[in-house]
């Protein structure tokens, strides 16, 4: 691993590593590079480097920008002064790391930093790999909306959560109507630009908590942490109204239809999905462009509706 090379960039500009600097770095067992070599977490490992670079200068943050994401040192908050550095190895930008201190990061102070930093390098390229194969992985490739394994996973944990502190939990799925007919009249690549569009819209309309899926073909998922029926039949209602009011699909004569499932007491992940598959079924036989709720997940005030309609008949 040490027989590379590696360059750093920083304020003073390239610092090329020099031939021998495979016999500098100290790795024995709780040198820096050992520690980092633990493990290929992004997050751990900035943790790890901030307690490193905690003992240069007493930092008030530290934050690692990737093309994967941003990542925290844990207990940062802002600081007065801000030092920003590029980390590349071998001319490839792996990172962006932005330190903050209430002190002035003075030339003594940037140089230390430097050479930790040098001691990051090949750890954190690992770290990136592993993160962005186990990102591929998870993600479906043309919206880059979670795949369906991502969404088991995360249904399985969401349902185990809310089983725990016994909050509300709604599952959402929706499905397009009428997408075969843009693949039949237009061709693949605008069903597949509807389908990107059809995202575009549930990402805008959904909260950044909400976890979002497309299974492949035109269904969707949402999990809907922390929230009751009734929240739900609005997000739903909203999201319909996001695909009908959008001018490329209605173009091409897009809706969706969506079934809403509850999590009940005593009730198992695959319950909650037959029941909002079932729910999904109903608005599809119904008409399309609706929103049904499996029998469990009614909320109160569409009980009290129905209770009021067959009242009237
Ligand atoms: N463009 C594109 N089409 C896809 C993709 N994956 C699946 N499909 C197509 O999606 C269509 C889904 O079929 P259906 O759900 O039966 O079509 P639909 O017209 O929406 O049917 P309803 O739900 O009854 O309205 C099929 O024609 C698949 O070939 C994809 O990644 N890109």
Redesign the pocket.
């Known amino acids: 691993m040490w027989q590379e090379s590696g360059n750093l960039t920083n304020a003073f500009g390239d610092l090329t590593i020099s031939s021998n600097w495979q016999d500098s770095p100290d790795c024995s067992e709780n040198s820096l590079v050992s520690q980092l070599q633990t493990t290929l977490d992004l997050q751990q490992q900035l943790d790890i480097f901030s307690m490193s670079a905690g003992r240069v200068l007493t930092l008030s943050g530290l934050t690692l920008k990737t093309a994967l994401g941003e990542f925290t040192a844990r207990g940062s908050k802002n600081g007065q002064h801000q030092h920003l550095v590029t980390l590349t190895l071998e001319k490839q930008v792996l990172a962006e790391l932005c330190y903050e201190a209430e002190y002035a990061f003075t030339p003594l102070i940037q140089q230390q930093l430097l050479l930790l930093e040098s001691e990051w390098l090949f750890a954190l390229r690992n770290a990136l790999v592993v993160s962005r194969l186990q990102q591929m992985a998870l993600k479906d490739p043309?919206t880059l909306l979670g795949n369906r394994r991502f969404f088991d996973d995360s249904f399985a944990k969401a349902i185990q959560l809310a089983k725990r502190h016994q909050s509300p939990f709604v599952l959402l799925l929706l499905?397009?109507?009428?997408?075969?007919?843009?693949?039949?009249i237009s061709g693949?690549?605008?069903?597949?630009d509807?389908?990107l569009k059809v995202a575009d819209c549930m990402r805008d309309t959904l909260r950044a908590t909400d976890s979002l899926f497309r299974f492949?073909?035109?269904?969707f998922a949402v999990l809907l942490s922390d929230s009751d029926a009734e929240h739900a039949e609005r997000v739903s209602e909203r999201l319909l109204q996001a695909i009908k009011q959008d001018a490329f699909l209605a173009e091409h004569q897009v809706g969706c239809?969506i079934g809403l499932a509850r999590l009940a007491p005593e009730q198992q992940a695959r319950d909650v999905f037959h029941q909002a598959d079932e729910a999904l079924y109903q608005a599809?036989l119904s008409g399309?462009g609706k929103v049904r709720h499996s029998s469990l997940t009614r909320p109160k005030f569409a009980e009290a509706r129905a209770g009021a309609l067959l009242a009237a008949s």
């Open positions: 043309l499905d397009l109507d009428n997408f075969k007919q843009v693949n039949d693949h690549s605008v069903g597949d509807v389908l492949g073909g035109d269904e239809s599809k399309k």
